[in-house]
């Protein structure tokens, strides 16, 4: 791998290499249904398939992220300093025989906040319930995911590393909480992220990891139009961003799909046999309530979706009711009228 050496229009140097800045998303659910013996599986292979990137260089940087309902949080970071705090850190990491030293450290370090992270989320969880049944006692026990947030999150520390880092990716795995009203509720925000991926040329991988032990048998046949939703709005950001969605129902195969479809760059997929793409037609979600609609109102100024008819667009402020009632007076002013004389 060769570093490049650049410099600005202030003078200042510019020093970038060949590595990859990779950053994992881990997204998921608070739920008691999760099998831990599942969950501990699909952790572990995360973290092997994170530490076949650090090996195929020494320039690449992970760095692992976690979403919650409740909480985002850094779970793994490399930045590459010798403060207090980090050597600190690697001290407490106890190497085991035949074991590579950073593969032990992002392993540990990895492990050690994820246990602090979801107790913290649990505890969080728990207040947040607390506190809405007694206002509403019939809420249901489920809370819209974080992915946005941390998706901004992750674009945030791509570019402030941008001058070091030539190459960057995103990876997202979502443990269980590709389903239902999870994303309709953020749908913008996250449409936004992708966007911004985008512009800054970040490719973006999703990977759907079903938690359900029941389910792995036998993947689903039909989909509801919340879970095609789901599964859509991940898709549309790969799209966007050049990157692949896989959706994975066996959890002991997880690394191998992977390995096989999110090891290549972008430029080296073609060369490979990958499964086709699926396509899915994303349902709209309307403005106001989040709601999944076939048919609905569109405002002519902004084209925000509503599933009711406003007098006013609440996106842009627009007067659609004096609008539409302008149009219909020009088109009457506008038509001539012909009257025949009486024979």
Known sequence: MATLISNNNDGTANISNDGVHVVFVIDMLLKPRF?????????DAILAFGNSFLMQSGYNRLTILG?????????????????????????????????????????????????????ECRNLFQ?????????????????????SGALAQALCM???YKNEMKHS???????????????SS?????????????????????C????????????????????????SVLQQGCDLTGGRYIRIHKVASILEHLFWCLTPSATERPQYVLPPKHEIAPPAACFCHRKLLDIGYVCSVCLSIFCQFLPYCTTCNSNLFKSNLNQISKLKSSSTVTVLPNE
């Open 67 to 119: 979403s919650s309902s409740v909480k985002n949080a850094v779970l793994y970071f490399d930045d590459n300093s010798n403060d207090d705090d980090q050597q600190q850190q690697q001290d407490q990491i106890i190497i085991e025989d035949q074991q590579n030293e950073q593969f032990a450290l992002v392993t540990q370090t990895f492990r050690r906040n994820f246990l602090q992270w979801i107790q």
């Open 158 to 160: 791509i570019h402030s």
């Open 186 to 206: 953020q749908y913008m925000k996250l449409i936004n992220c992708f966007f911004a991926a985008q512009k800054i040329n970040v490719l973006i991988d999703a």
């Open 208 to 231: 759907s990891i079903s938690m359900n032990r029941e389910t792995e048998e036998t993947a689903p046949v039909s989909a509801s139009l919340e879970d095609q939703f789901a599964a």
């Open 127 to 147: 207040q947040t319930l607390a506190t809405q049944q007694s206002q509403q006692p019939e809420i249901q026990q489920t809370l819209s995911s974080l992915l």
């Open 169 to 183: 990716r995103i990876l997202v795995f979502s443990l269980g909480a590709d389903h239902s009203d999870t994303y």
């Open 35 to 43: 099998d831990q013996s599942t969950l501990i599986q699909c952790l």
